[in-house]
């Protein structure tokens, strides 16, 4: 599969939320949706993360924006994550990988001399008729939501 470019028709996702509920991305048709994928729940950059979205949430919903977080972890991490850090977004648990694989950020990584196949952290912006505006190949975990309204203002 090519890989995803700004401009591009956003694939359409389909996974199961926190808790057993499926989320596509028909369900914010009209919205601009924050998606966003991260390699692991309770990890420091992956927590970092969602607790700058966490605490500056209230700014994205005024600007209209949904946030949606995936990973490749399951329902019950998504739920424990969520509770530990009061999260008030919508996570997927994407264990299949479709979601990962759809939007190309399943891929070879690299850390302390190992080879191993993970999530590239990255967001996608994607605007109210379903086209990606821009893509956060990797973003900073402490000023994620900064990034977010500096790009899409």
């Known amino acids: 599969m090519a890989a995803l470019k700004e401009g591009d028709k956003a694939p359409v996702f389909k996974g199961k939320d926190q808790h057993g509920k499926t989320v596509s991305l028909t369900d914010f048709k009209g919205k601009r949706v924050v998606l966003y994928f991260y390699p692991k729940d309770m990890t420091p950059g992956c927590t970092a993360q969602a607790c700058n979205l966490r605490d500056n949430y209230s700014d994205l919903l005024k600007k209209g924006y949904a946030v949606v977080g995936v990973s490749t972890d399951s329902e019950q991490s998504h739920q424990k994550f969520i509770e530990k850090y009061e999260l008030p977004f919508t996570l997927l648990a ?60």
């Open 94 to 153: 994407d264990e299949d990988k479709k979601i990962v694989n759809q939007y190309g950020v399943w891929g070879e990584k690299k850390m302390m001399g190992k080879t191993y196949d993970g999530i590239h952290r990255t967001t996608f912006l994607i605007n109210g008729e379903g086209v990606i505006d821009h893509i956060i190949k990797k973003p900073d975990t402490k000023n994620h939501t900064e990034e977010i309204l500096e790009i899409w203002k």
